[in-house]
């Protein structure tokens, strides 16, 4: 039987209809769960948090979410080794969460994806590299090594802050696993749109079943997305930023 | 030079503090209602009239249309009160911005100690990237 | 005292009333309203006539003129009778879609609160959209905003704040924005224009009408959304709620305040709602609640249906207490829909909105109620306190009103004078500052505000091609593009021109992403009808409109007036009609984009150059006085824009670019900046000479704004190309592509990264 995938929807979530296509695109059984259905997530095998403002981004971007009774199934299963993304406001309330990168007590963030430097949202292009070793992050590890991803960032709240400390325990422990990139794949803190530190566009926990992104590679992700870049005939086909949504769902299937 | 604290309230209906106040409800804290200003900590030779005139009339902080500015007699937090900075805002900065929360029960009175902490450390503030002034 | 005894005041003491109320009405309207009732009319009426008779929900001033418009054609669904306009966009999987779109403007509130003022124009225009039971899919924002000088304090406040507020709104909500444009000029100082467009898409047998249906006797009115206080209601002088010294700090104002959060969650609702609906095949009305509120919404919803209403204002949900009836009943508060159901559905629809949805924590005590019927009978009755506090007949209500006005007729176009025009300025000096007008400079730090991608159906973005794109519909090569125009300089010299002109650009640039358009819709922002020379332009705005439609065939199908944009001392903005064309991709893998592809191509101008600088950034620059506007040959246009629609087809065009504000070449180098988003080198370009192309001198040439578009076509499609342009006159040859990244005309040669330097910096230090 296929593994089941939930995509959460927060009050205020706004992209989960795109992330449930192309999960459903890239071979899952991926399916919307609304916050009234929280009960049902403890039959779900993996769990996918889109982007959007849930709770308008209220107090802090993730704060209140990070309470709701749906993340006690997404907690609860991250511990027992399921899969989970988290994409921009999904990954803002995985780190308020502490599922990521996971150094902390549950609820107790050690990091946060916060304001950018701009001061205000951001809506540009981005290239993503995997930056951390293949099998540092099982969402991540059938990524072609080097492989540019395409993606959007689209946020207010993206750039990665924490205390120095803790800063040099993300980067020491491999808890980085996207950078940003330029065309020639070169990665650097110059690079983060919004002055994310370490020029950093996703975390995981130490046991690499979790993946905090910010930017969106689900919205780059079809051919018609990207025209200059089509790959193959059919307009409608996944494409670009699809990759890491294949690499989730070969992932699942290994487990 | 002299630190002066202001505060800057909504008084159209304040969707925010709203929600908070559910959130924090939601979480077992006892409170009732909720009051959010953004905060101004300036430090200035100019006088009072000068100071207030001068931020009224400066529309990326202040519309009369939809805003209230009130000095803080203290430079510290009222009761019931938290107020919250990003660590890497410079203390020693000119104009400080804050987020000032009030917290007040079901009788209205403002929320004493323990609670306010409570709200704070589960909610109100992220010490990761913030501090929480009480 | 609740009611105004209209029969035993004089006229002066009827306006003294009148004016102590905050009332708008006329003197003569006032004892319209007594005579009919036969009575004295009660306050509740009052302000319930002063809503529903002013000029934003009457359109008294223009609902005459607005019938000149052309509003039927073969790709109209629906015209402009209700909440938006549909076009047919196309089948798929047996089922025709259609494009649903409404265009507003929000002006005076973002003059006074400007992120509210946008944010709220924003929630407005999405809930026209969603109440025809549509899922909302685009935005656009087309903004005029004043002086922004360094010492403009006011000016910028506004400029930043209504960005603010509209990324704030659509980023919330989820709705990309797809389209929008910037004009900045001093007329605009005190009336800031912030228009906005939606568009939705809905399958053509699932449309939810704006009324109640025709079998509707009894139907419940089912009020969802936030609950109801005191904002925006009245003007300064009326206190809103009863004296109470703990309601002194509430809203006593008219700012109309977004929530964003709870009508992301409205929204999610109203879909599921929508299912059911199609689950049970029952047919149903809901509207949008706008100027008039609970009232005007009510009223409009069941008198289109041909039946009266009955509303207890009690059974509202308030987040106030002590709310004056007049205020339940006409206050303007933000995220309201209201529904006509049978009432088997009304328990079901409830359950969803309070129970699936948790509407009521979401916002204070948002929720859905029911609050009252429609009725065979055609009055129009409002119960509060068990009392009735308003009885008309429905129709009186919400019947024509008109006005007769004096309209001046606008000063007769300006003939172009011969005239030497001697110009001691070098063209690349010319460029430059061309390029660095704020009508022309890069508006990507306008529009990286604003999400272009959330739902991942954009195909082209914002600056990525002269109109968006967006394919809606999962498993379909069905797109859509969308693009506003409307050129307030133009506006200043010719309000008919202005009007012809918006219409040809919006049309041209929908044409070149590949397009065909479809449809229209127009926002008409004018001074004040009371002058008649004000109102002349309106009267030559709305002649312009439809004389420009009717030559390209296209119909409007929504659209919006919007005056009294004039400061106290009279000063009015220029005549800015503003028009949103939408259009038709049947394979969206056909659309084009602006950046240039190759080298090695060949660039041709379609259009043809003119002597007139009326309306262009040069004459701006150069302060030519006296300039006409460049004349429109619509004949010529509809023949131009068919053949470039058959060149995308055959895939023969590698990118395009409409010719606008800057000029010539100013198109040219923007093709050459889009290589930049599109992380390629800036290809380049050289211009040939102009005697092969051009029938007037360089400066004409190079910087005039006659309409046209260029387009690339590589080598190896240039004798197709060719032959299929062979039947226009107007289609030239005029530079080719290379490798080196310059822009080359006759001995000088610009560069291109530094062009480019010049053209994206301008806005960034009011949008950093």
Redesign the interface.
């Known amino acids: 039987m296929k593994a089941r995938v939930a995509v959460l929807v927060f009050p205020g979530t706004n992209s989960e209809v795109e992330t449930r296509d192309l999960l459903v695109d890239c071979g899952a059984d991926a399916r919307i769960v609304h916050w009234s259905e929280a009960a049902s997530l403890a039959y779900y095998d993996a769990f996918v948090l889109p982007g959007g403002f849930a709770?308008?981004d209220?107090?802090?971007a993730g704060?209140?979410a990070a309470?709701d009774a749906m993340l006690d199934a997404v907690i609860e299963g991250s511990e027992a080794g399921k899969l989970v993304m988290g994409i921009c406001n999904g990954a803002q309330i995985l780190l308020?969460a502490g599922l990521a990168p996971g150094t902390g007590a549950i609820?107790r963030?050690?990091?946060?994806f916060?304001?950018n430097i701009q001061g205000h949202f951001i809506c540009q292009r981005v290239l993503l590299r995997r930056d951390a070793a293949a099998e540092r992050c099982a969402i991540a590890a059938a990524l072609p090594q080097d492989a540019l991803i395409p993606a959007w960032a689209a946020h207010g709240q993206g750039r990665l802050?924490?205390?120095s400390e803790?800063l040099e325990e993300i980067e020491r422990g491999g808890y980085v696993v996207f950078r940003y990139a330029d065309v020639r794949g070169a990665t650097g803190a110059h690079l983060a749109p919004q002055g994310s530190a370490l020029g950093a566009a996703a975390l995981t926990n130490r046991r690499g079943n979790v993946l905090a992104l910010m930017p969106h590679p689900e919205r780059d992700a079809w051919n018609f997305n990207h025209l200059d870049r089509r790959e193959g005939e059919d307009v409608l086909a996944p494409s670009g930023g699809s990759a890491l949504f294949e690499s989730f769902v070969t992932a699942l299937e290994r487990m | 030079m002299e630190s002066r604290a202001y505060a800057v309230e909504l008084?159209?209906?304040d969707?925010?503090a709203?929600?908070?106040m559910?959130?924090l409800a939601?979480?077992g804290i006892p409170v009732a209602r909720v009051e959010r200003a953004d905060l101004l900590v300036i430090a200035s030779d100019e006088s009072d009239d000068m100071l207030r005139e001068r931020i009224e009339?400066?529309?990326?902080l202040f519309?009369p249309?939809?805003h209230r500015l009130e000095r803080l007699s203290d430079m510290r937090p009222r009761e019931g009160e938290v107020w919250v900075e990003?660590?890497?805002a410079p203390r020693s900065a000119p104009l400080r911005r804050l987020v000032s929360w009030r917290l007040f029960d079901q009788a209205g009175k403002p929320l004493g100690g323990e609670e306010l902490d409570a709200a704070c450390a589960?909610?109100?503030c992220?010490?990761?990237?913030e501090r929480a002034i009480r | 005292m609740r009611d105004l005894a209209v029969a035993e005041l004089d006229d002066e003491g009827l306006r003294a009333r009148a004016d102590a109320l905050g009332l708008a009405l006329r003197v003569d309207e006032l004892r319209g309203i007594a005579q009919r009732l036969g009575r004295a009319p009660s306050l509740v009426e009052l302000y319930a006539f002063d809503a529903q008779w002013s000029e934003h929900c009457s359109y008294k001033s223009s609902r005459a003129l607005l019938a000149r418009l052309p509003t039927s054609g073969s790709d109209v669904v629906l015209g402009p009778s209700e909440d938006a306009g549909i076009l047919h966009l196309g089948e798929h999987e047996g089922e025709r879609y259609g494009i649903v779109i409404a265009h507003e403007s929000h002006n005076h509130p973002s003059q006074?609160?400007p992120f509210?003022g946008a944010a709220t124009g924003i929630g407005g225009i999405v809930r026209d959209v969603l109440c025809m039971g549509a899922e909302v899919v685009a935005v656009a924002d087309p903004l005029r905003f004043g002086n922004i000088d360094f010492d403009r304090?006011?000016q910028r406040?506004?400029a930043?704040?209504v960005v603010a507020g509209i990324s704030a709104y659509g980023n919330a909500i989820g709705v990309p924005n797809l389209a929008g444009d910037c004009y900045f000029h001093s007329d605009f100082d005190d009336n800031v224009l912030v228009n906005v467009v939606a568009l939705g898409l809905v399958k053509e047998s699932e449309i939810v009408h704006s009324r109640v249906p025709a079998h509707g006797a009894d139907f419940v009115l089912l009020l969802v959304g936030k609950a109801t206080?005191a904002?925006g209601f009245g003007g300064a002088s009326f206190s809103s709620v009863a004296l109470d010294a703990q309601e002194a700090?509430?809203?006593k104002?008219a700012?109309q305040?977004p929530?964003p959060?709870?009508k992301n969650v409205l929204m999610r609702a109203s879909y599921r709602v929508f299912t059911l609906l199609r689950e049970r095949n029952i047919e149903v009305g809901f509207k949008d609640l706008g100027a008039g509120g609970i009232m005007g919404c009510s009223a409009e919803l069941c008198s289109a249906g041909g039946f009266g209403a009955e509303v207890d204002l009690d059974a509202v949900n308030v987040?106030v207490d002590h709310l004056l009836p007049e205020v339940i009943a006409v206050g303007e508060t933000q995220e309201r829909l209201l529904w006509a159901l049978p009432e088997e559905l009304v328990d079901e629809v409830e359950r969803i909105y309070n129970e699936e949805f948790s509407l009521p924590?979401v916002?204070?005590n948002a929720r859905a109620v029911r609050i009252g019927r429609a009725t065979a009978e055609r009055r129009f009755q409002l119960r509060h306190r068990g009392e009735i506090v308003m009885d008309v007949p429905i129709d009186f209500l919400t019947g024509t009103v008109r006005d007769t006005l004096a309209a001046e007729a606008p000063k007769p176009p300006r003939t172009q004078r011969e005239r030497d025009r001697a110009c001691d300025r070098s063209i690349g000096d010319l460029l430059h500052a061309t390029l660095a007008h704020r009508d022309v400079c890069s508006r990507a730090p306008i529009y990286r505000h604003y999400d272009a991608v959330v739902r991942g159906r954009t195909v082209i973005p914002r600056g990525e091609a002269d109109a968006g794109v967006l394919a809606p519909i999962r498993g379909s090569r069905l797109a859509f593009a969308l693009s506003v125009a409307g050129n307030p300089r133009i506006g200043r010299i010719d309000p008919q021109r202005a009007a012809e002109h918006a219409v040809y650009e919006s049309v041209r640039k929908v044409v070149a992403v590949g397009a065909e358009p479809i449809g229209l819709t127009d926002c008409l922002n004018y001074g004040s009808p009371r002058d008649a020379r004000q109102y002349g332009e309106l009267v030559a705005g709305i002649d312009g409109l439809a004389r420009a439609a009717r030559g390209f065939d296209l119909a409007y199908v929504s659209g919006n007036v919007s005056l009294y944009n004039a400061a106290s001392d009279g000063h009015a903005i220029p005549a800015s009609p503003i028009v949103a064309c939408v259009g038709r991709l049947t394979d969206v893998s056909q659309c084009v984009t602006l950046a240039l592809k190759e080298t090695g191509s060949r660039l041709y101008l379609v259009g043809e150059t003119q002597r007139a600088l009326g309306g262009s950034v040069l004459a701006s620059l150069l302060a030519l006085p006296d300039e006409a506007v460049p004349e429109l040959d619509i004949e010529r246009a509809v023949a131009e824009h068919h053949f470039v629609l058959s060149a995308a087809r055959a895939g023969l065009l590698r990118s395009a670019h409409v010719l606008s504000d800057g000029g010539l070449l100013v198109t040219l180098a923007e093709m050459s900046f889009g290589c930049y988003a599109a992380r390629r080198e800036p290809i380049g370009i050289a211009l040939d000479g102009l005697a092969g192309w051009s029938s007037t001198g360089s400066y004409e040439s190079l910087f005039g704004e006659w309409g046209g578009l260029v387009v690339e076509v590589a080598q190896r499609d240039v004798e197709r190309f060719e032959e299929l342009a062979s039947s226009l006159e107007s289609v030239r040859e005029i530079a080719a592509t290379i490798a080196e990244p310059l822009l080359a005309f006759e001995d000088e040669a610009w560069d291109i990264s530094e062009l480019h330097r010049i053209w994206s910096q301008p806005l960034e230090e009011l949008y950093p």
């Open positions: 709770y308008e209220r107090i802090r704060a209140i309470h308020e609820r963030p050690t990091a946060a916060t304001h802050a924490a205390s803790h | 008084k159209i209906p969707n925010e709203y929600t908070a559910r959130a939601r979480l009339h400066d529309e990326r519309n249309n939809k990003m660590l890497d589960r909610l109100l992220n010490s990761a990237i | 006074v609160v509210e304090r006011h406040a506004v930043t704040g206080d904002s700090q509430s809203n104002g700012v305040v929530d959060f709870l987040a924590q916002a204070q």
